[in-house]
């Protein structure tokens, strides 16, 4: 299924045609961080996610914090034509969508993809713009995890808890089952034997659990989970070998899917698999000439 789009995106669209559709996913996402604030906070509307956390339609927190992070790579590292303050607008919505997500590990994601802007960034204005969003993220975690504590603190200390490095007895579900997924796969290679090769855990052709690589492993074994890897180092090394204009983008847009694969199976919610397929195509081409939108 993947290839079909891959296949038509490298021949037929090109690359100012694929970062078209990263600018208007990034104007999209914006218009619904605030869309949703108003419903929530405004009219006061039910959430569509139980603990109030900010979806944008996309199924689950995660899926939608993660399209803001790759939008986000995008406008740090490679929309240079916007107006500058519609831009320090857009990334500004974008963090303030992540944090109400309430999806911790997108919000690490987060900061480390401002760490790695302040470092690219040309120029002292630009560190200067890059660093005041860091901070603005810094403050929005203050404010919802010191100091209102809430669902994303208890998720915060129940991390830390499970390493031994918080006292307090929170605890959180989406990081209970996470450690539970573990035990799965133990569970998964003493049930079937060597016929952990072909996958098909508990006689299921599709085994989801929180982490796309072990959802992979599961469901199709180790020739499956073996081609999957395959794919990504290709990819990566690719990507490191290119020389374009947007390299810098390719690398953390990829990195970042590679880290989320082991704690959700962010491929199976819409558009992430598009954002993966389309990440793909781009580096697959050679032309670096064409001009950047």
């Known amino acids: 299924m993947f290839v079909i789009p891959y296949v038509w995106l490298c021949s037929v669209v090109s690359q100012d045609k694929i970062l078209l559709s990263y600018k208007f996913l990034s104007v999209i996402l914006t218009a619904h ?7 929530l906070k405004v009219l006061k509307v039910a ?39 519609f831009k320090f607008f857009m990334i500004s919505s974008l963090v303030i969508g992540v944090v109400l997500s309430n999806a911790l590990f997108m919000i690490l994601i987060m900061g480390a993809i401002f760490c790695f802007g302040i470092l690219f960034s040309k120029g002292l204005l630009r ?17 919802y995890v010191i100091l209102k504590g809430g669902f994303l603190a208890n998720k915060l200390y129940a991390v830390l808890g499970n390493f031994g490095l918080s006292e307090s007895e929170a605890s959180s579900d989406s990081v209970s089952l996470r450690v539970e997924i573990f035990n799965q796969v133990l569970d998964f290679i ?19 659990v929180d982490s796309q ?18 794919l990504l180092v290709v990819m990566l090394l690719r990507a490191v070998f290119i020389s374009t204009q947007y390299k810098n983008f390719v690398i953390i847009a990829l990195g970042i899917f590679i880290l ?14 598009y954002l993966f397929i389309s990440l793909a195509a781009l580096i697959s081409k050679e032309n670096s000439q064409k001009e950047l939108v």
């Open 33 to 39: 961080v605030w869309f949703d604030i108003f419903l």
């Open 47 to 85: 959430p569509l996610w139980p603990e109030g956390s900010l979806v944008g339609g996309m199924g689950n927190p995660s899926s939608f914090a993660f399209a803001c992070n790759f939008c986000l790579i995008y406008l740090l590292f490679i929309q240079n034509s916007m107006a500058q303050k």
């Open 127 to 143: 560190k200067l713009i890059v660093f005041s969003i860091l901070a603005l993220m810094c403050l929005l975690l203050i404010e």
């Open 190 to 208: 003493n049930q079937r034997g060597g016929g952990f090769i072909w996958g098909q855990f508990n006689n299921l052709s599709y085994y989801a």
């Open 213 to 230: 690589y072990i959802t992979y492993f599961l469901s199709f074994g180790l020739i499956g989970f073996g081609a999957f890897l395959t």
């Open 260 to 273: 989320t694969f082991f704690n959700n199976r962010i491929l199976d919610y819409f558009p992430i698999g």
